[in-house]
């Protein structure tokens, strides 16, 4: 119901605010079925995906059909208890995630130049 007010005081959202969740700290083991009982209680889902490496284990993305559903969602979700586990519910930002995996590039290169030219890191 407060997502039809927001609707009709026209209120104006801040710019980080986006359809797309990432949604951090959940159990290996939990099913879509759950995340879509868990996310579905505020709005329409159009997509959730489940991490499944090693590296993305226990984070989602969660896309919604309507902003404010999104934002109705973190408000509410956001250090809510599954499984003993604190969910922390973000709103996905592009360029926050894009350096993440540049970094990881940039390290993964180092490591490379270095082992090339016989350079170690370690102190002696």
Known sequence: MTT???RKQNTRL?????RVLYVRNLPFNI??????DIFGKYGAIRQI???CNKDTKG?????????YD???AVDHLSGFNVANRYLIVLYYQHAKMSKKFDQ??????VAKLQEKYGV?????
Request: proline letters at 5%; a negative charge; hydrophobic letters at 30%.
């Open 4 to 6: 039809i007010s927001l």
């Open 14 to 18: 801040p710019p980080e605010v986006n």
């Open 31 to 36: 099913t879509s079925e759950e995340m879509y």
């Open 49 to 51: 995906r489940i991490g």
């Open 59 to 67: 984070t989602a993305f969660v896309v919604y059909e309507d902003i």
């Open 70 to 72: 999104a934002k109705n």
């Open 104 to 109: 990881k590039k940039n390290e993964e290169e």
């Open 120 to 124: 170690s890191t370690k102190d002696k």
